[in-house]
């Protein structure tokens, strides 16, 4: 790799020990809108869970997409882990962006970078945002430097939903490279589930098919992005613990010296979730309008977001910045108490892990 750029603050941070949680960037680049919201997200409101967060972290005056990258970095920091945001720039894998880098992305006109695109970007000196896939990537050759320099490898990886099998996949089989790069990058992705414009049913036997350990965090049934999972779409595992967590993803990763990502199930709390019939009937349009346009491959699921938020006179916006806070809180506090108890640590960097 000629041009990859770590920040300061992440290589300290692994050289101290310190947990660090990798951030994406497609959702600032494509997947949110670039103007600023008329009103705090609910997420934030009186005594809920972010109200800290809200009060001193979001700037109601930035565009929504910069406002709640900059909101994830900070629900990373206020768990006391470092974030490490990757994106392109500038023909540079960057690991961790100073907020002037943020601010820049979120304004050009920036490539959607799956794992497939990331060569061209860099290739030609532009700006991308990195996908789910194309942020486990980069994330892959970035714990090659670390491991080469004696580093600890960063394991656990926040965002919003993942990509996955999308619907009238027996027409037009559009299944996001995010489940293969899930299926060959060892890192915990904690994410509120598969995105609700997707095709769920086969979205969940793609991550069988490829070897996806799929665990519910404290949810029983498999979320819905925007909307709570529904009964008849029961998870085969939950935990509740993150000791047991580390020790599962301990005996996955070093145990069975296995490659695939873990995926842990994040679900949206009852307070900010989209009524899932209702979102079932607005995605069914939209889906449709977008055959009808002739919508496919990378644009198609900036589209189907766009015209959910505004079927829903932004209540998706709200739903969506609301978990994407959440994963990137959880996925702070599972790499903390990883730490701590030096479950992952110790074993992952020790040095047969190449084996
Ligand atoms: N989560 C969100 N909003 C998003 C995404 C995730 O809340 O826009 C992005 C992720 O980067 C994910 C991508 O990898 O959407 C999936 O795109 P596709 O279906 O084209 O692979
Ligand atoms: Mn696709």
Redesign the pocket.
């Known amino acids: 790799m000629e041009r990859i750029v770590v920040h300061q603050e992440v290589l300290d941070g692994l050289a101290e020990a310190r947990p660090v949680v990798v951030l994406?960037t497609?959702?600032l680049t494509?997947?949110?809108p670039r103007r600023a919201l008329d009103h705090l997200p609910r997420c934030f409101a009186d005594g809920r869970p972010l109200h800290e967060l809200g009060t001193t972290g979001w700037n109601a005056s930035d565009p929504v997409n910069l406002a709640t990258s900059r909101a994830m970095s900070r629900a990373v920091r206020m768990e006391g882990a470092i974030p490490a945001t990757i994106a392109v720039i500038d023909g540079a894998l960057h690991v961790g962006l100073t907020p002037d880098e943020l601010e820049r992305l979120s304004q050009v006109d920036a490539d959607?970078c799956?794992t497939r695109d990331l060569a061209a970007t860099l290739q030609s000196g532009g700006c991308g945002g990195?996908?789910?896939?194309g942020t486990l990537s980069a994330s892959a050759v970035a714990n090659d430097t670390f491991r080469a320099r004696g580093l600890p490898e960063i394991r656990m990886f926040a965002?919003?939903?993942?990509?996955g099998v999308h619907r009238d996949w027996a027409g037009h089989p559009d299944i996001?490279?995010?489940i293969r790069a899930i299926s060959c990058t060892p890192m915990l992705v904690v994410t509120a589930g598969a995105?609700i414009i997707l095709d769920l049913p086969a979205t969940r036997e793609a991550l069988d098919t490829n070897m996806i350990p799929v665990i519910g965090w404290e949810c029983d049934n498999f979320p819905r992005?925007t909307s709570r999972g529904s009964a008849d779409q029961p998870l085969e595992r939950r935990l509740d613990d993150l000791t047991c967590l580390s020790e599962l993803c301990r005996i996955h990763w070093n145990g069975l010296k296995r490659d695939e990502g873990i995926l842990l199930l994040n679900e949206i709390p009852h307070d900010d979730a989209l009524d899932g019939d209702r979102v079932e009937e607005i995605v069914t349009r939209a889906c449709h309008s977008a055959k009808q346009q002739g919508i496919t491959g990378?644009a198609?699921?900036?589209f189907l977001?766009t015209a959910l938020a505004e079927e829903t006179s932004g209540e998706s916006l709200d739903a969506?910045i609301a978990?994407?806070l959440g994963n990137a809180g959880l996925a702070a506090r599972v790499v903390f108490r990883s730490r701590r108890r030096r479950l992952i640590q110790v074993d992952i960097t020790s040095q047969d892990w190449s084996n």
């Open positions: 994406e497609a959702v494509h997947g949110l959607k799956s990195t996908t789910v896939a965002t919003g939903g993942i990509g996001s490279a995010d995105k992005f990378q198609l699921t900036p977001l969506n978990l994407l």
